[in-house]
T-cell receptor, first 115, second 114 residues
Framework: EPEVTQTPSHQVTQMGQEVILRCVPISNHLYFYWYRQILGQKVEFLVSFYNNEISEKSEIFDDQFSVERPDGSNFTLKIRSTKLEDSAMYFC?????????????FGNGTRLTVT | GDSVTQMEGPVTLSEEAFLTINCTYTATGYPSLFWYVQYPGEGLQLLLKATKADDKGSNKGFEATYRKETTSFHLEKGSVQVSDSAVYFCALRLDGTSGSRLTFGEGTQLTVNP
């Protein structure tokens, strides 16, 4: 069964550094998402992306975050200048459509540790 | 805003015990409701869903019924197995929004002992 792939599984970075988290969504899917889960807290929506632009973003997704689909397969989340509070598990997801009948398929996540 | 509240965990049960994980929600519209499961070292997987009131979602012996009057979607299983040990997330999603977001509960860690 096709799956969403995320790399790396664990990323350690120093405060103030830029980090790029990578995702390969399922190939025929058109909608892409990033979620994050700070340890011990809820899984939170960050952003959704469709047709090469952001379709929705949360209040968490401020100017230090950006997303990109640089080629036909990758979907990336960039954090420009990481802070300690960005330490979390980041989940990528994709869906075939944006409707409720089109479920989200999640990757295994990237654990980001900012020191 | 929209939110989901799950019963506090962790939950520890013996094999073949009955499981209930409570979930209640608040939403501005008419949401669809979901349970996701995360096995150790893996991503979130859709376990079951219900899209309208009184619908029952079921999968792998798990069930949940969409109760609009009590705004609840409690997860149940009659006889748990060790392999059910995982974190369970209740979530809602609202219709009418392109690429509509999932709103998750806190997650409930379930451990089933042999």
């Amino acid at each position: 069964e096709p799956e969403v792939t995320q790399t790396p599984s664990h990323q350690v970075t120093q405060m103030g550094q830029e980090v790029i988290l990578r995702c390969v969504p399922i190939s025929n899917h058109l909608y892409f998402y990033w979620y994050r889960q700070i340890l011990g807290q809820k899984v939170e929506f960050l952003v959704s992306f469709y047709n090469n632009e952001i379709s929705e973003k949360s209040e968490i997704f401020d100017d230090q975050f950006s997303v990109e689909r640089p080629d036909g397969s990758n979907f990336t989340l960039k954090i420009r200048s990481t802070k300690l509070e960005d330490s979390a598990m980041y989940f990528c997801a994709s869906s075939e459509m944006g409707t409720l009948n089109s479920p989200l398929h999640f990757g295994n996540g990237t654990r980001l540790t900012v020191t | 805003g929209d939110s989901v509240t799950q019963m506090e965990g962790p939950v520890t049960l013996s094999e073949e015990a009955f499981l209930t994980i409570n979930c209640t929600y608040t939403a501005t519209g008419y949401p669809s409701l979901f349970w996701y499961v995360q096995y150790p070292g893996e991503g979130l997987q859709l376990l079951l869903k219900a899209t309208k009131a009184d619908d029952k979602g079921s999968n792998k012996g798990f069930e949940a019924t969409y109760r609009k009057e009590t705004t609840s979607f409690h997860l149940e299983k009659g006889s748990v197995q060790v392999s059910d040990s995982a974190v369970y997330f209740c979530a809602l999603r609202l219709d009418g929004t392109s690429g509509s977001r999932l709103t998750f509960g806190e997650g409930t860690q379930l451990t089933v002992n042999p």
